[in-house]
């Protein structure tokens, strides 16, 4: 069974920084193909991806968001780790975990499953 | 960037009706359309991957078509569970990778 679970601060102040880990089971980073991600959802509104990171250390970013963001792996832990610098209320919202897989060629893959999500206020 | 629209934003039908949710793309992104279903106060859940594939664990009742622009989710014999927001998502041309705003499907 698959399982990714999101920690991290509940409540950060604007111009903080934060930060968010991701635990996972029942899959390995070091398989090829696969990646984990970031997607959040602002209270009431729909889904953007913030970022992903693959089996060999590649990483993409949301580009409106890229001079913020930085994903990072340790492998040998299952963990990701997230953070996003100089935040603001507007980026208060639900933040997921994805496993990003399913294609036989990564570029094409598909978030499954997801994390039950943390919510992050910025007050 | 490829923008997606959804329509409608909300549909309200009755448990056995059957359901049909639009996502259109501002450009062609072939085949690499998602749809997901998101419950309240939980997480999306894959529905339908590759424009037609059912994630695993997704009843038959549900099925995806479409490729290039446009695309759709079709639910029959709507079941009280079904009943969520839905989003599309493009996987064609990306960063970034984006989702429609969602349909939410509302029992009548």
């Known amino acids: 069974q698959i399982t990714l679970k999101e920690s991290g601060p509940t409540l950060v102040k604007p111009m903080e920084t934060l930060t968010l880990t991701c635990n996972f089971s029942g899959f390995s980073l070091a398989t090829g193909g696969v990646g984990v991600g970031w997607i959040r959802q602002s209270p009431g509104k729909a889904l953007e991806w913030l970022a992903l990171i693959y089996w060999d250390n590649d990483k993409r970013y949301s580009p409106s968001l890229k001079s913020r963001l930085t994903i990072t792996k340790d492998t040998s832990k299952n963990q990701v780790v997230l953070t996003m610098t100089y935040m603001e209320p507007v980026d208060t919202g639900t933040y997921y975990c994805?496993?990003?897989?399913?294609?036989?060629?990564?570029?094409?893959?598909?978030?499954?499953?997801w994390g039950q999500g943390t919510l992050v206020t910025v007050s | 960037e490829i923008e997606l629209t959804q329509s409608p934003a909300t549909l309200s039908l009755s448990p056995g009706e059957t359901a049909t949710l639009s996502c259109r793309a501002s450009q062609s992104v072939g085949g690499y359309l998602a749809w997901y279903q998101q419950k309240p106060g939980q997480a999306p859940r894959l529905v339908i991957y590759d424009a037609s594939k059912r994630a695993t664990g997704v009843p038959p009742r549900f099925g995806g078509s479409g490729s290039g622009t446009d695309f759709t989710l079709t639910i029959s014999y709507l079941e009280p569970e079904d009943f969520a927001v839905y989003y599309c998502?493009?996987?064609?041309?990306?960063?970034?990778?984006?989702f429609g705003q969602g349909t939410r499907l509302e029992i009548k």
């Open positions: 994805v496993r990003d897989s399913l294609a036989s060629n990564w570029y094409y893959n598909w978030f499954d499953p």
């Open positions: 998502q493009q996987r064609y041309d990306w960063p970034p990778i984006t």
